[in-house]
Nanobody, 125 residues
Framework: QVQLIESGGGLVQAGGSLRLSCAAS????????MGWFRQDPGKERQFVAA????????SYGDSVKGRFTISRDNAKETVYLRMNSLKPEDTAVYYC??????????????????WGQGTQVTVSS
């Protein structure tokens, strides 16, 4: 059974930084793309970033491009999201997700079959 456990959320002032981590277990991590999504109550889930199984291919949502960096360590079976220059509008619950299919890279949340429990990020102004 695939498990994803996020950590690293918290409260930060605008302009600050945080790094989220997502530890995966339950299958061969290195064959699957990983993604980060976020959701604020009452709003739709939003794509944040994705990384392919090799770690060389990445994609970002327009609102975070240039400020956030996704990376992965296949040996540690962990994916990271480094968030710089945080803004109050980045406040949300952030979810780590794993693609259903090997060697497949997507931004679409319906392609991700496994989700973490979420970690709260709050940016104060």
């Amino acid at each position: 059974q695939v498990q994803l456990i996020e950590s690293g959320g918290g409260l930060v002032q605008a302009g600050g930084s945080l790094r989220l981590s997502c530890a995966a277990s339950g299958r061969s991590f290195r064959y699957y793309a990983m993604g980060w999504f976020r959701q604020d109550p009452g709003k739709e889930r939003q794509f944040v970033a994705a990384i392919d199984w090799t770690g060389t291919g990445t994609s970002y949502g327009d609102s975070v491009k240039g400020r956030f960096t996704i990376s992965r360590d296949n040996a540690k079976e962990t994916v990271y999201l480094r968030m710089n220059s945080l803004k109050p509008e980045d406040t949300a619950v952030y979810y780590c997700a794993a693609d259903r299919i090997q060697f497949h890279f997507t931004r679409n949340d319906y392609d991700y079959g496994y989700w973490g429990q979420g970690t709260q990020v709050t940016v104060s102004s």
